[in-house]
Structure formats: C-alpha cells, structure tokens
C-alpha cells in the first residue's frame, strides 16, 4: 500500500529552527508537495520537490532523498505566525496526490 | 492570483438530506478535486475531474456523487448524508496533472451531519 509518515506534532521555540521529517512509499514518484496549514484554514502550497537535493525559500528549505524515500522542511528564525500544521503529499505514477497527516507544529515564545 | 471559493464555510444538516457542496474556481484550471479532511488522517481523495463532465472516482467514492457540467464548477452531492460524513470538505483546482503545478485549495466547508 501506499503511506506517508510525519510526526503528528513538534514544539519549537521562537527564532529557532526546526526540520519536520516526511517518508513515503508510493507507487511510483512524480514529486513531492510541503504545503502549510492554519487552523481552519485551507492548506497552501510551500514547495516542490522533484529531484535529490535542496530547495530554498527564504526561510523554508525543503530537501528530498528519492533513493531514502525521504524528504524534510526545514524552518529558520521561527515565528509565532509559523505555528500551523505541514502536510507532506507525494504524486504517484498515476499522478495522484498521497497526503500524510500533518505535522502541528507548535512554536513557543 | 488564484481563487478557489466554496459555497459554505459551514453547514449542519439532518441525517437522510441530500447535501450540496459547491466549488468554483476562476482559473481556468482543467482538474478540480474534492476531499476530505479529517483529524488525524491525511486529506482523502473522493473524486476528481479533469475536464467538463469528465469524473473518476478517487479513494473514498461511497456515499458521494459529483457533478461538473462547467469548467470552473465542480459539485460533491451527498446523496444521502449520514453521520460519518461529518468532516471538512475541501476542494482545490490545478492546471495539469502530469506537471509541477500544486493544487489550490478552497476554504473548506465543515459539515456536520446530526
């Protein structure tokens, strides 16, 4: 079967950074989507993924390992406004999102 | 910018009531989606479409119906809603499926089914 695994939550303090780890087993692999998540609110997109290495977005980086099956997204200089839930999705080889559960991410002052 | 807009942010209905939930999208985009999201699960596909009366059957069709007689509409019917189709529903476009183009979603609508 498919699956994508993150961890359901994690604590962070202001300024810090975090990495919110993503595995997955799909079938087949036509890249990976990091999107964020406010309570109550619809997930928007953070960024793609679709070959080895590092993406860098200001203060969001997302790293992926297509042979490990694994993928991070990595947070600098946190901010209270960070606090949400990320989501990890894979596009499989019939070009469907797989989506994880989220990770809560819950940054203290 | 990109709109995704839903009929209903939230809503309450009977159990037995045929439900409505309607999407729209000013895009232009070709493939509309309609999930759902519920705690601790990852979002679940029910259907999509990729084009104007076109609809496949996503992961978890039973209980669902959609309807998408123009492009920037898309419709998730509930034909008879029971309790354990309380969640939030969230519906999301994209230009193409085989391309880097993510999915922009709705607001959602939280529907409770009593």
């Known amino acids: 079967g498919q699956n994508i695994d993150q961890p359901t939550e994690m604590t962070a303090t202001e300024g810090a950074i975090v990495q919110i780890n993503c595995t997955y087993q799909t079938s087949g692999f036509n890249g990976l989507f990091w999107y964020q998540q406010h309570a109550g609110e619809a997930p928007t997109f953070l960024s793609y993924n679709v070959l080895d290495g590092l993406e860098e977005k200001g203060r969001f980086s997302s790293f992926l390992s297509r042979s490990k099956g694994y993928s991070y997204l990595l947070l600098k200089e946190l901010q209270m406004k960070d606090s949400a839930s990320y989501l990890c999705?894979?596009?499989?080889?019939?070009?469907?999102?797989?989506w994880g559960a989220g990770t809560k991410l819950i940054i203290k002052p | 910018d990109v709109k995704v807009t839903q009929s209903s942010r939230y809503l309450v209905k009977r159990t037995g009531e045929k439900v409505f939930l309607e999407c729209v999208q000013d895009?232009?985009?070709?493939?509309m989606f309609w999930y759902r999201q519920d705690p601790g699960l990852g979002l679940r596909l029910i259907y999509f479409s990729y084009d104007v009366k076109m609809k496949e059957k996503g992961d978890i069709p039973e209980g669902y119906s959609v309807s998408r007689e123009k492009k920037e509409r898309f419709s998730l019917i509930l034909e008879s809603a029971s309790t354990n189709q309380t969640s939030m529903y969230l519906c999301a476009s994209s230009p193409l499926a085989d391309s880097s183009y993510e999915q922009y979603f709705g607001p959602g609508t939280r529907l409770t089914v009593t």
């Open positions: 999705a894979v596009r499989d080889s019939n070009y469907q999102l797989i």
């Open positions: 895009m232009d985009h070709e493939n």
